[in-house]
């Protein structure tokens, strides 16, 4: 089974792009990681391509092939929906592709377009993630279903708005250098817990926005990188994928994630690591507190202790293990179908030396990423290591 | 790397099955599958499920935990889309699974509400896997863009409608025994003539129907099967994948379909056969002429001859190789992201002896299925063979 290289990423700057198509901002990211590994687009096995709304956004399916085009790309292309982990499990293909042998030279990322919807259309739009029958036709949205975890999580393991609040400091703060970033700007507690109502305990603040954007990554065997004499440090070392419920009514708990563990424990026993070595870590972040969640399925933190990480700044830039230095989806942005590449490019930049904030990890050589679909009823992680 | 075996498969009628939920669809299919392997539902590794449009027919994206949970799996799910291929790319994933030992037993297919739409939203729906913004803006329609196809191949090698319609006979007869068929009703060549225009030179008769329906395999290794006791008689030996332009457009041709010949030849390298090994073979007829152009890539009628292929009888079940001994889209029916398994289903009934054809395939040892997504933009082309 060959090692798999991560020999280039791309991203277009997150935020709003107006009327630009879909397959435009797909095809610059596509081209910005195609240069960044030196690769002939020509020579591309396979393309694997996450999307999540784009029948209501372009009114386009049967992206795949039309993404391949976009990208100067001349093979099999195939579109992954997960929701909001539609490119991780796009990416968690190509890896494992690779991997068979069935390809060397794989691109894989995602793309979402959603400012071309009015803010109301656009979570009607992101509720199609959660179960029609049964939540979304009572009301739910994704924000009331994460403010019900909260609340879940606060009755269960203590915690607070102040808690979360400090989640969205810090990564309002790690976004500020990060040239892609939605958000370049620095808040404050007080504003956060100041910020308009969402879904008590929810609001503004705790929340990622809307988001256009597109990742790509270029991933090799490690026998192409040799080959062609890639400069690519990178390795995707594990790859994990768990599963859930789709309503939150039908698990037995909600302050929990227990797809998001499965695709954490898989991950790590793939790469043969326990998760005290992870150095740093992307997580999904939709709402401040899925990124207590998330720490906690990572094994980051022990359970109801995630929500204090920020506060206590394990997670800060200067802690134990810094978390979503790229400014996560509530700073950096969240195109739904880009967000789990955006993870795997932005901690590979991380890693390698050449992101903005990487000089906080300078000494670290295992990462991780998190990508949850709805409230988590599908998630994917990967585990990135670098030679140093 | 591991034999796959199909150890079960599973179907639904395919038809107009009303306010029936998707999720209920599925749950049948997948039951049926499991009931056929003998496996224990609980053992299942992953699903790889196509859908192609249920965020317009049920505002439901996120369809795979989904689906999972209604089948009773408790394991990692993936949707798949890819129009009309939808299920055949979905399974092509859980074959390389099974292959690359990240999965023992799989369950994978797929499914599509339409009758819940009206026809002419439904004939909007399935434009959304045409070029939204250059091809579906002029006001392509399916079967406006097939019968361009039909007509280029016309100008270029001959052929008419009569020619056509002996296709549709065919496959209509073909249905006739067939349970799951949503036409079990013979048509003549006179009828199909007669039939009204859609898109000239294609009439109604030409067009495969607006069908609901789900689909579902199961997928075991060689050593799953023999450790577990399983009667799995039938083993995918070839996968192969090919893409092209999305648009016809942008094609240099579009008499042919390149993408289904990349897709076949993989496949056939893949399972080291030649083309003059096929026995039998399910093929995309979502148009009459799409079923010649399959023909060609499959290597089952040389360029130019698919078109005359039912109408001299080698693709009739006493012909030389039998082609849509199930009914075809044409007859059986077409749940646009359920075709591609219900494709694989039908083809293990047929090796295997227990489908109300297999008369006709008594000594076919190997067969072929031809799944592609819009007008071809992108094929998925499996290779099954029994042990005789």
Do not use: W
Not at 206 to 221: E, N, Y
């Amino acid at each position: 089974m060959s090692t798999v290289r991560v020999a280039g990423v791309g991203l277009t700057p997150f935020g709003d792009h107006g009327d630009r198509a879909g397959r435009d901002l797909f095809a610059e990211a596509a081209a910005t990681a195609i240069d960044d590994a030196g690769v002939d687009r020509r020579a591309v096995d396979r393309l694997d391509y996450g999307n999540f709304m784009g029948v209501l956004a372009e009114q386009q399916a049967h992206q795949a092939p039309l993404m391949a085009e976009a990208a100067g790309l001349n093979c099999p292309a195939t579109r992954y929906e997960e929701a909001c982990a539609s490119a991780g499990v796009a990416i968690k293909a190509g890896v494992e592709a690779v991997r068979a042998g069935t390809a060397d030279l794989v691109v894989a990322g995602g793309m979402e377009r959603m400012n071309c919807l009015d803010t109301g259309t656009a979570t009607d739009a992101l509720a199609i993630a959660a179960d029609e029958l049964y939540e979304v036709r009572a009301g739910m949205t994704f924000p009331s279903a994460y403010a019900l975890m909260a609340r879940a999580y606060f009755e269960r393991f203590g915690g607070n708005r102040e808690d979360l609040a400090h989640i969205a400091v810090k990564n309002h703060a790690n976004a500020l250098p990060n040239e892609f970033a939605q958000y370049q700007r620095e808040i404050t507690v007080e504003e956060a817990l100041d910020s308009p109502p969402v879904a008590e305990p929810l609001h503004l603040y705790d929340a990622c926005p809307i988001t256009d954007g597109a990742s790509a990554v270029v991933l090799v065997s490690d026998e192409y990188a040799t080959t062609h004499g890639l400069d690519a440090p990178v390795s995707i070392t594990g790859v994990g994928q768990g599963g859930d419920r789709l309503a939150l009514q039908d698990r037995d708990r909600i302050a929990e994630t227990p797809a998001a563990t499965q695709a954490a424990e898989t991950a790590y026993a793939d790469a043969d690591i326990a998760a005290d070595a992870v150095d740093v870590a992307e997580v999904h972040d939709c709402f401040t507190i899925a990124e207590a969640l998330a720490l906690e399925s990572l094994g980051i933190a022990a359970a109801g202790e995630g929500i204090t990480a920020a506060r206590e700044g394990t997670t800060m830039p200067d802690g134990e293990t810094p978390v979503n230095l790229s400014g996560g989806l509530k700073a950096k942005g969240h195109p739904v179908g880009a967000t789990g590449g955006s993870q795997i490019a932005e901690l590979t930049r991380l890693l390698r030396g050449d992101h903005p904030n990487s000089e906080h990890v300078a000494d670290a050589t295992t990462g991780v990423t998190h990508n949850a679909g709805g409230t988590v009823a599908s998630a994917v992680v990967h585990v990135l290591e670098v030679a140093q």
